[in-house]
């Protein structure tokens, strides 16, 4: 049975275990590996999928999110065939395109056209119609100037752009994608994201793993959340996605801060109701809160001012909020509390526009052009929106639609 209320199930997993017997020892040298002969035979067992069991239905693009080394990879190489379980069963219906990651399927001793072949081959199609799909495999890729060189000597962008090439041209009902927009450029994203959408279209079922929240909440519908090896979260990929962000941004947040000394004490987010968070819906108020213990007042070194700077997943600056700026209504009160000397508490108050990603924000304190304190990354905020616009800031708008009249044979005219 699926999970998927609609229809035909494309995957069943149900109770899958694998693990793997590593060596204790690692030897970096010939010389250790000589002097300590029977520690290399010193082995464990490490289990690194515990018990995960999901059902993907026919059409369904199902996201796979977790932290490094939490399993992603091995349960894609379990449904794929390439580990075998230890224990658990999984069936998949129709016909599967691993797309797993760099290397899979590909010989890097070969030119691409060689490997484009054996690939399609190795994927399911006929010599005959491998051959046939060449050149639509090489267009998609944009590889024309590189069909004759060898795969060594590709980028690992060139290769991933070959990968995923081959693997939308042989016609599977189920793919594998594992981290592909990860590696490709801005531009093959789109193609790839186009790609996807067409996928959706023609019912295929698509396994995607991601560590870009964005992607997942765009794509998918339903998702699961490993951690440990074991599944944690499986659901709407909304919650999923909020969870994995709880799971691996909520710690920075919590961290204690500001050590005795220290003119900016603590740094923390609330929500609307005043509550501390490290999570908001878009569209609500949030405020970045700091506790203050002025430093002594310098007759002539001008007033204390707070300046917030929010970056987002990648470090891109989004918003900085500095009570400099015209716009702080706030400002004289902050300087008067600062010279009166005792703690108090600033808010930046702000409408949270703020597109759905994790946020953190460097606060620093400054008395003229003397900067007082800086805390970097002193508290993160996690946005959250059913809606991913592909912008930063996701200003409020009105739309305004005027009648447009019609003119004679019933094209509008403005
Ligand atoms: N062939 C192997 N032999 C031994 N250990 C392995 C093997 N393959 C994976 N592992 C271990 O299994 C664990 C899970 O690895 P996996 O590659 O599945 O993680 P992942 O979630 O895909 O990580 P990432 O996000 O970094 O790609 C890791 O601890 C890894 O070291």
């Known amino acids: 049975m699926s999970d998927h209320p609609t229809s035909a199930p494309a995957l069943e997993i149900e109770r899958a275990t694998k693990s793997f017997v590593v060596s204790r020892h690692q030897f970096s040298t010939l010389k250790e590996r000589a002097l300590h002969p029977l520690k290399a035979r010193e082995v464990q067992r490490r289990t690194v999928l515990r018990d995960i069991s999901v059902n993907v239905a026919r059409g369904e693009f199902f996201g796979i999110v977790g932290r490094n080394g939490s399993g992603k990879s091995t349960l894609l ?3 794929a065939g390439i580990y ?46 491998a051959r046939r799909r060449f050149d639509a495999i090489i267009d998609f890729a944009e590889l024309h100037d590189f069909v004759d060189m060898k795969l060594k000597n590709y980028s690992s962008g060139m290769a991933v752009r070959l990968a995923f090439s081959v693997a939308i041209q042989v016609d599977a009902d189920i793919f594998l994608v594992d981290e592909v927009l990860a590696v490709g450029d801005a531009a093959f994203q ?16 698509v396994l995607f793993v991601t560590h870009d929240m964005a992607s997942l909440t765009r794509f998918c519908e339903r998702a699961m959340l490993i951690e440990g090896g074991r599944c944690i979260e499986l659901g709407p990929a909304e919650d999923v996605a909020r969870r994995y962000n709880e799971v691996n941004f909520g710690r920075l947040a ?22 501390r968070t490290t999570h908001a819906d878009q569209g609500g108020q949030v405020s970045l ?30 918003v900085v ?39 953190s924000a460097t606060v620093e304190l400054v ?33 305004t639609v005027a ?12």
């Not at 490997?115 to 006929?126: E, K, P």
């Not at 008395?367 to 991913?388: C, I, K, N, P, Y």
């Not at 447009?404 to 403005?414: L, T």
């Open 321 to 359: 909020l500095d009570t400099r700026a015209p716009q702080c209504s706030g400002a004289e009160r902050l300087g008067a509390l600062a010279e009166a000397g005792e703690p108090f508490v600033a808010k930046l108050s702000f409408p949270c526009q703020l597109a759905p990603s994790a946020y």
């Open 254 to 275: 919590d961290a204690e801060i500001g050590p005795p000394g220290r003119h900016l004490r603590a740094v923390w987010f609330e929500n609307g109701d005043g509550r």
């Open 190 to 205: 789109q193609k790839c994201f186009a790609e996807f959408r067409r996928m959706r279209r023609e019912n295929r079922t």
């Open 84 to 129: 075998q379980l230890d224990s658990g069963r999984i069936r998949v219906y129709g016909r599967l395109a691993p797309f797993i990651e760099l290397g899979v399927g590909f010989n890097y001793e070969l030119t691409a056209r060689d490997n484009i072949l054996t690939n399609a081959v190795m994927l399911g199609l006929s010599r005959r119609e």
């Open 367 to 399: 008395r003229g052009d003397q900067l007082v304190d800086r805390l970097e990354d002193a508290a993160a905020l996690t946005v959250h929106s059913r809606f991913f616009s592909g912008g930063v800031w996701d200003a409020p708008f009105e739309l």
């Open 403 to 414: 009648g447009a009249p019609v003119a004679a044979g019933g094209a509008a005219s403005r």
């Open 77 to 79: 190489k379990c449904i």
């Open 289 to 318: 809160c700091c506790e203050i213990d002025p430093p002594p007042v310098e007759p002539e070194g001008g007033a204390l001012a707070l300046k917030a700077t929010l970056r987002n997943d990648v470090r891109h600056t989004i």
